[in-house]
């Protein structure tokens, strides 16, 4: 009888243990899905500016632009202003003055450069293509470090907290869903 009462104890010992461990499982909050890389639309913005920009970046340095090159250009830059438009209606800081100075800086090379393919053929337009290309990062090197972010920061580890002396990290804008008309 003893046997009997120890293997019944036992097996109602496991019973218990494995509901209780099935019940865990059942009444665990589930982990959250897999969640791509969500963009806001302001980064998607700023991604399509960078795109751009790369592009003529990449030309930049050659002696001599083909005609696919100064397609490259106008496309390049008719679409950073036309981006840079999107940023300034959508995404302005009013309290930010110096942000909203550096956007439109912004839009005035991007068109800047679209006027110089027009006067393609003159003497000294690669020269002021190439010198554009340059007022564009700079502005936005300059627009990157007001708002105190890095870069390339794949090229500084463990420096991604850091601000420099005196620098306050600003909040990114609320995106608002009502356009302003240009």
């Known amino acids: 009888m003893e046997v009997k009462e120890l293997v019944r104890r036992t097996i109602l010992t496991v019973l218990i243990i494995g509901v209780c461990g099935m019940m865990t499982y059942v009444f665990a909050d589930e982990p959250p899905p897999k969640q791509e890389k969500e963009k806001s639309e302001l980064a998607k913005l700023m ?11 990449e030309i930049s340095g050659y002696y001599k ?13 008719e679409n950073i202003a036309k981006l840079t438009k999107m940023v300034i209606s959508k995404f302005s800081r009013p309290d930010d003055q110096k942000y909203q100075d550096l956007n439109k800086t912004m839009l005035t090379e991007a068109e800047k450069m679209y006027e110089i393919v027009s006067h393609k053929g003159e003497q000294g337009a690669l020269e002021d293509a190439q010198w554009q290309v340059r007022r564009l990062r700079q502005t936005c090197a300059l627009c990157h470090k007001h708002l105190g972010i890095t870069i390339y920061p794949q090229l500084y580890p463990g420096k991604k907290e850091e601000l420099h ?5 600003i909040a990114a804008p609320k995106e608002t869903n009502i356009p302003k008309d240009w």
């Open 165 to 169: 002396p005196g620098q306050t990290e």
């Open 65 to 77: 632009y083909s005609d696919n090159d100064w397609k490259v250009i106008a496309e390049s830059s």
């Open 47 to 57: 991604s399509g500016i960078d795109k751009s920009y790369k592009a003529v970046e």
